[in-house]
């Protein structure tokens, strides 16, 4: 006998929303009051960031010849963002605009992706989700050191539901924080404009990469009020950029700082240069 329940689907998603909604008002109680920051004045933009990091994958040397780990991921992310505001220390920022790009976290749910491959995991899924968010909350914090932030964030294959979530529990965090703004929606492109200059951030999943700038140059108003335009992707791990130059848009992707699993090192996908974001 095989038996279906027509409301199974209806009733997940409203305890999904329940859930959503209390946890956001739990963080928004506990919201910290965050100093003010003066208002910056220059003519720079720092674009920061840490693409896949991938909180709670697990390598070990005698299986890939790397190690990754939580204390690991975390040490590399601050360490190539603090390294980042230390190179822009030479220019006038007035604005830093933080890509939120997917797979902070390694899995969406115990010990599966989105579509629910199983991956091997350093530790419990809810000590992964807390680290995120405290690892996002230091880098948040510096980066509003050097000028007002604007995060954008943009959903991975790994983390869909669970990075999403991130998102929303960072911005409860910082909701008094007046020298934050967020773009937290679900679409997959997000786009930001400073003077004649396009940025743009997607993940890079599902989608082939030359379509990308004819797409941009569709969905975007800020297309035609703007001379210099880039597009950044992550989900690769590697950086590939020179073949990647359109007529009016520079696509480029963008490092992990995550090391090879035995998956991947079984599939001879290893990092050039593990230290690098």
Known sequence: LFFTNPEYKDQLQKENDLLKKEIIEWVETKSPKVKKYKTRTGKHLLVIDPADVHIGKLCRSFVSGVEYNNQIAVQRTLEGVRGCIKKAEGFHIDQVVLLLSGDLLHVDGFRTTTKGTPQDMDGLFSDHFLIAKRLMVEVIEMLLEVADV????????????????????????????????????????????????????????????????????????????????????????????????????????????????????????????????
């Not at 954008?152 to 998102?167: A, F, K, P, V």
């Not at 492109?189 to 003077?195: A, D, E, L, M, P």
């Open 150 to 277: 604007q995060v954008m964030y943009t959903s991975g294959n790994h983390d869909h539901i669970t990075g999403w979530l991130m998102s929303e529990v960072l911005k409860a965090h910082f909701s008094l924080c007046t020298n934050v703004t967020w773009n937290n929606d679900l679409t997959m492109r997000k786009y930001f404009k400073y003077g004649k200059t396009l940025i743009s951030s997607t993940h890079g999943d599902g989608i082939k990469w030359n379509l990308l700038p004819m797409i941009m140059a569709d969905e975007c108003k800020w297309w035609s009020e703007t001379k210099y335009r880039y597009m950044f992707t992550q989900h690769v791990h590697h950086k590939v950029q020179n073949k990647n130059d359109f007529v009016g848009v520079t696509l480029e992707s963008l490092r992990s700082p995550s090391g090879a699993d035995a998956w991947h090192h079984k599939s001879g996908y290893q990092s050039s240069s593990n230290l690098a974001i």
